[in-house]
């Protein structure tokens, strides 16, 4: 396990990079976001979302939202063409807002049975490095269950910190607060109000003349 200590916004590439070969090969580790500290893993590799998952404690029959880098990339995975996924997209992403959404039709990722999937945009230029290189992450939160979200690394519990192959220490976490949940599958429903409160969710929504497509 190796430990990098840099910055949200100033890093080397090669520093991304060797965190991006490490998740290619199926490792898993702990990186800065611009919501809290997550648990890194390729969407794509089910031995490590599944070895994520064990560290986490998490039921597998629980999807991971998983980020990526732009909203082509989201049309990708989930149908993020519809009017309330683009007045959500154009208002808050890149940021703190996950959109559940529908599923795209032939779509294969792992641990990701049902007809909806998760997805955000991260507004942390180190994840969005990271993505060039390593493709589609998943990064739930840093924490065990009961725990609060860890903003520092000193806030991870050892046994999540010993459980990685890597950790990029950047110091606190601007966003400090857990990115919103909204489902847009079947209507709008804030299943988690985070960084973005629920108002501020209605308002794009409100505010949405018909939508435009991507």
Same mark, same amino acid.
């Given at each position: 396990m190796f430990v990098i200590k840099t910055g949200q +916004?100033?890093?080397?590439?090669?520093?991304?990079?060797?965190?991006? +070969?490490?998740?290619?090969?199926?490792g898993i580790g702990i =990186? #800065? @976001?611009? @919501?809290?500290?997550?648990?890194?893993a390729s969407a794509l590799d089910a031995a490590a979302v599944e070895?994520?998952?064990?560290?986490? *404690?998490?039921? !597998? &029959?629980?999807?991971?939202?998983? *980020?990526?880098? !732009?909203?082509? +990339?989201?049309?990708?995975?989930?149908v993020a063409d519809t009017p309330a996924a683009?007045?959500?997209?154009e208002r808050f992403w890149p940021g703190p807002l996950t959109i559940v959404m529908?599923?795209?039709?032939? @779509?294969? =990722?792992?641990? *990701?049975s049902l007809a909806t999937i998760g997805i955000r945009v991260p507004a942390s230029r180190f994840c969005l490095a990271l993505m060039s290189e390593a493709g589609y992450l998943v990064v #739930? !939160?840093?924490?065990?269950?009961? &725990? *609060?979200?860890?903003i520092t690394v000193a806030g991870i519990a050892p046994e999540v910190?010993?459980?990685?192959?890597? =950790?990029?220490d950047a110091g606190e976490c601007p966003g400090g607060v857990e990115s919103t949940v909204v489902d847009i599958s079947a209507g =709008?429903?804030?299943?988690?109000?985070?960084?973005?409160s629920r108002d501020e969710v209605l308002s794009a929504m409100h505010g949405d003349a018909g939508g435009r497509h991507l």
């Open positions: +916004d100033r890093f080397k590439s090669e520093e991304v990079e060797r965190c991006a +070969d490490v998740l290619k090969s199926g =990186i #800065p @976001t611009d @919501t809290v500290y997550g648990l890194a070895r994520l998952l064990r560290v986490k *404690q998490r039921p !597998s &029959d629980k999807p991971l939202p998983v *980020q990526v880098g !732009s909203s082509w +990339d989201a049309n990708l995975l989930g683009v007045a959500l997209i529908e599923r795209r039709q032939g @779509t294969e =990722i792992p641990y *990701q #739930p !939160s840093a924490n065990l269950p009961g &725990d *609060q979200p860890p910190r010993d459980a990685v192959d890597f =950790i990029v =709008i429903e804030v299943l988690r109000e985070g960084a973005v």
